[in-house]
């Protein structure tokens, strides 16, 4: 990998990891929340609904964490199957109805209750069978506790697919920067797999990283093991730079894509990063 696409990917770093890069992605939801266990409840719960329009998904996630209140992880406890359906009943998003995130939470709760976290939770299933057995356990535990049973909120690794949504929890659990609070730092950032999404596809392809069509599991995979050609400790470094030119409005992602092409063809301009990071801070 040259060491002008590096700097690049390290420019971008610099300039964009900053929590005022952050809105409107979820992620901004688990900056109100310092304790452990509310942090993860909530990060479950944001990730899980992280598909649609972003402005659909902010408004939800806003409206069913107003309803759980400040320490979710204590309410969540302490309040019973029937009040938690009830009190969450018209609270959906898309195709996730208020019960069914419900019985998600209520589930989680359990979980968290009999391993002290989450995180401990996957760490123990994922001990012996790696990040992606460890993330097959932790949803089929879920899917038993919540008796949701199979259920779109809850993709299986299994099933070939890219998981996004899992990935996403997993990156915003275990890594620790300005950006992502981490928390289940245990796990090792070094196990990461990329959150396949649209953006991060696009990029994934501009690098050279992959050739398939399919954004799939292997896809993700493929891209994961590119970026960790450059930063094996931590492969997915660069996830939320890159996609910010996918979600803000003022960043350009076809620009983008093309600085990206340029150098990995190795024509890049030692100029070029500076420009990219036009107008913030490095």
């Given at each position: 990998?040259?060491?002008?696409?590096?700097?690049?990917?390290?420019?971008?770093?610099?300039?964009?990891?900053?929590?005022?890069?952050?809105?409107?992605?979820?992620?901004?939801?688990?900056?109100?929340?310092?304790?452990?266990?509310?942090?993860?409840?909530?990060?479950?719960?944001?990730?899980?609904?992280?598909?649609?329009?972003?402005?659909?998904?902010?408004?939800?996630?806003?409206?069913?964490?107003?309803?759980?209140?400040?320490h979710p992880s204590r309410l969540l406890r302490e309040t019973s199957r029937d009040r938690l359906l009830s009190m969450l009943g018209r609270a959906g998003h898309?195709?996730?109805?208020?019960?069914?995130?419900?019985?998600?939470?209520?589930?989680?709760?359990?979980?968290?209750?009999?391993?002290?976290?989450?995180?401990?939770?996957?760490?123990?299933?994922?001990?012996?069978?790696?990040?992606?057995?460890?993330?097959?356990?932790?949803?089929?535990e879920l899917l038993a506790r919540s008796?949701?049973?199979?259920?779109?909120?809850?993709?299986?690794?299994?099933?070939?697919?890219?998981?996004?949504?899992?990935?996403?929890?997993?990156?915003?659990m275990v890594r620790h920067d300005r950006v992502d609070p981490g928390g289940w730092g245990h796990l090792g950032r070094e196990n990461l797999i990329v959150p396949l999404d649209t953006h991060m596809y696009h990029a994934g392809r501009a690098l050279g990283f992959t050739d398939r069509r399919s954004r799939?599991?292997?896809?993700?995979?493929?891209?994961?093991?590119?970026?960790?050609?450059?930063?094996?400790?931590?492969?997915v470094r660069y996830d939320f730079a890159l996609t910010r030119f996918g979600i803000r409005k003022e960043l350009d992602r076809d620009e983008l894509i093309g600085m990206l092409r340029e150098y990995c063809s190795g024509d890049g301009a030692g100029s070029r990063p500076a420009e990219t990071g036009r107008g913030h801070r490095a």
């Amino acid at each position: 990998m040259s060491a002008e696409l590096t700097a690049v990917l390290e420019n971008l770093y610099r300039c964009f990891d900053f929590r005022e890069w952050v809105p409107p992605d979820p992620l901004q939801f688990l900056y109100g929340y310092p304790d452990p266990a509310d942090m993860e409840i909530v990060a479950l719960l944001c990730s899980c609904l992280a598909y649609g329009r972003v402005a659909q998904i902010v408004g939800n996630l806003r409206k069913i964490l107003g309803l759980l209140g400040a320490h979710p992880s204590r309410l969540l406890r302490e309040t019973s199957r029937d009040r938690l359906l009830s009190m969450l009943g018209r609270a959906g998003h898309r195709f996730a109805r208020g019960t069914d995130i419900a019985l998600l939470l209520w589930g989680a709760s359990h979980l968290q209750r009999d391993h002290e976290s989450l995180g401990n939770a996957l760490s123990c299933y994922g001990s012996s069978e790696g990040l992606l057995g460890g993330l097959e356990r932790l949803v089929e535990e879920l899917l038993a506790r919540s008796g949701l049973g199979r259920n779109h909120l809850l993709p299986r690794p299994s099933g070939g697919s890219a998981c996004k949504r899992l990935m996403l929890l997993t990156r915003w659990m275990v890594r620790h920067d300005r950006v992502d609070p981490g928390g289940w730092g245990h796990l090792g950032r070094e196990n990461l797999i990329v959150p396949l999404d649209t953006h991060m596809y696009h990029a994934g392809r501009a690098l050279g990283f992959t050739d398939r069509r399919s954004r799939d599991l292997r896809t993700a995979q493929e891209v994961t093991e590119g970026f960790a050609r450059i930063r094996p400790d931590d492969p997915v470094r660069y996830d939320f730079a890159l996609t910010r030119f996918g979600i803000r409005k003022e960043l350009d992602r076809d620009e983008l894509i093309g600085m990206l092409r340029e150098y990995c063809s190795g024509d890049g301009a030692g100029s070029r990063p500076a420009e990219t990071g036009r107008g913030h801070r490095a």
